[in-house]
Nanobody, 123 residues
Framework: QEQLAESGGGLVQAGGSLRLSCAAS????????MGWFRHFPGKEREFVAA????????YYADSVKGRFTISRDNAKNTVDLQMNSLKPEDTGVYYC????????????????WGQGTQVTVSS
Protein backbone atom coordinates (compact mmCIF):
# COMPACT_ATOMS: atom_id res chain seq x y z
CA GLN A 1 0.00 0.00 0.00
CA GLU A 2 1.59 3.25 -1.16
CA GLN A 3 1.36 6.09 1.33
CA LEU A 4 2.12 9.77 0.80
CA ALA A 5 2.87 12.44 3.38
CA GLU A 6 3.05 16.17 2.65
CA SER A 7 4.86 18.82 4.66
CA GLY A 8 6.08 22.39 4.35
CA GLY A 9 2.88 24.41 4.24
CA GLY A 10 2.40 27.61 6.16
CA LEU A 11 1.31 31.24 6.16
CA VAL A 12 3.15 33.70 3.93
CA GLN A 13 2.57 37.15 2.51
CA ALA A 14 1.98 37.71 -1.19
CA GLY A 15 5.26 37.54 -3.08
CA GLY A 16 6.79 35.08 -0.63
CA SER A 17 7.98 31.51 -1.13
CA LEU A 18 7.35 28.06 0.29
CA ARG A 19 8.80 24.63 -0.42
CA LEU A 20 6.50 21.64 -0.07
CA SER A 21 7.78 18.10 0.26
CA CYS A 22 6.08 14.75 -0.32
CA ALA A 23 7.49 11.52 1.10
CA ALA A 24 6.38 8.32 -0.63
CA SER A 25 6.51 4.92 1.07
CA UNK A 26 5.59 1.54 -0.36
CA UNK A 27 5.95 2.81 -3.94
CA UNK A 28 5.67 0.26 -6.76
CA UNK A 29 6.79 0.20 -10.39
CA UNK A 30 3.20 0.74 -11.51
CA UNK A 31 3.30 4.23 -10.01
CA UNK A 32 5.46 6.33 -12.35
CA UNK A 33 3.68 9.65 -11.91
CA MET A 34 3.78 12.00 -8.93
CA GLY A 35 2.32 15.42 -8.58
CA TRP A 36 0.39 18.01 -6.67
CA PHE A 37 -3.16 19.30 -6.70
CA ARG A 38 -4.85 21.86 -4.49
CA HIS A 39 -8.31 22.54 -3.17
CA PHE A 40 -10.08 25.41 -1.47
CA PRO A 41 -13.67 25.30 -0.18
CA GLY A 42 -16.05 26.56 -2.83
CA LYS A 43 -13.67 25.82 -5.70
CA GLU A 44 -13.05 22.69 -7.73
CA ARG A 45 -9.93 20.64 -7.23
CA GLU A 46 -7.12 22.08 -9.35
CA PHE A 47 -4.09 20.36 -10.83
CA VAL A 48 -0.79 22.10 -10.00
CA ALA A 49 2.18 20.08 -11.29
CA ALA A 50 3.25 16.53 -12.15
CA UNK A 51 6.56 14.74 -12.71
CA UNK A 52 7.72 11.27 -13.78
CA UNK A 53 10.02 9.08 -11.73
CA UNK A 54 11.58 7.70 -14.92
CA UNK A 55 12.11 10.74 -17.14
CA UNK A 56 8.69 11.21 -18.68
CA UNK A 57 7.05 14.60 -19.24
CA UNK A 58 6.72 17.27 -16.58
CA TYR A 59 3.54 19.35 -16.48
CA TYR A 60 2.42 22.58 -14.85
CA ALA A 61 -0.93 24.29 -14.63
CA ASP A 62 -1.01 27.54 -16.60
CA SER A 63 -1.70 29.44 -13.39
CA VAL A 64 1.63 28.42 -11.82
CA LYS A 65 3.99 28.25 -14.81
CA GLY A 66 7.13 30.29 -14.21
CA ARG A 67 6.48 30.47 -10.47
CA PHE A 68 6.39 26.85 -9.25
CA THR A 69 8.97 24.12 -9.84
CA ILE A 70 8.41 20.41 -9.21
CA SER A 71 11.37 18.11 -8.60
CA ARG A 72 12.03 14.53 -7.56
CA ASP A 73 14.69 12.61 -5.65
CA ASN A 74 14.53 8.95 -6.64
CA ALA A 75 16.99 7.84 -3.95
CA LYS A 76 14.96 9.44 -1.17
CA ASN A 77 11.53 8.78 -2.72
CA THR A 78 10.55 12.41 -2.29
CA VAL A 79 8.90 14.99 -4.53
CA ASP A 80 9.19 18.70 -3.81
CA LEU A 81 7.27 21.73 -4.99
CA GLN A 82 9.11 25.03 -4.84
CA MET A 83 6.57 27.86 -4.87
CA ASN A 84 7.78 31.40 -5.57
CA SER A 85 5.98 34.70 -6.07
CA LEU A 86 2.97 33.38 -4.20
CA LYS A 87 -0.39 35.04 -4.70
CA PRO A 88 -3.51 35.05 -2.49
CA GLU A 89 -5.25 32.89 -5.10
CA ASP A 90 -2.65 30.17 -4.43
CA THR A 91 -4.25 29.65 -1.01
CA GLY A 92 -5.55 26.14 -0.41
CA VAL A 93 -4.79 22.68 0.86
CA TYR A 94 -2.04 21.12 -1.25
CA TYR A 95 -2.09 17.38 -1.79
CA CYS A 96 0.58 15.07 -3.13
CA UNK A 97 -0.74 12.36 -5.47
CA UNK A 98 0.53 9.33 -7.37
CA UNK A 99 -0.68 7.87 -10.64
CA UNK A 100 0.21 5.55 -13.48
CA UNK A 101 2.31 8.27 -15.14
CA UNK A 102 2.67 12.04 -15.05
CA UNK A 103 -0.02 12.55 -17.70
CA UNK A 104 -2.51 10.53 -15.65
CA UNK A 105 -1.72 12.72 -12.65
CA UNK A 106 -2.11 15.85 -14.79
CA UNK A 107 -5.59 14.71 -15.82
CA UNK A 108 -6.63 13.88 -12.25
CA UNK A 109 -6.36 10.09 -12.27
CA UNK A 110 -4.73 9.08 -9.00
CA UNK A 111 -3.83 5.88 -7.19
CA UNK A 112 -3.71 7.68 -3.86
CA TRP A 113 -2.97 10.99 -2.17
CA GLY A 114 -1.85 12.29 1.20
CA GLN A 115 -3.50 14.19 4.02
CA GLY A 116 -2.57 17.57 2.55
CA THR A 117 -0.76 20.62 3.86
CA GLN A 118 -2.30 24.06 4.24
CA VAL A 119 -0.89 26.99 2.27
CA THR A 120 -2.24 30.43 3.11
CA VAL A 121 -1.10 33.53 1.22
CA SER A 122 -2.17 36.86 2.66
CA SER A 123 -2.47 40.08 0.69
Amino acid sequence: QEQLAESGGGLVQAGGSLRLSCAASGRTFSSDGMGWFRHFPGKEREFVAAVSWTGGPTYYADSVKGRFTISRDNAKNTVDLQMNSLKPEDTGVYYCASGRDSDYVRRGFYYTWGQGTQVTVSS
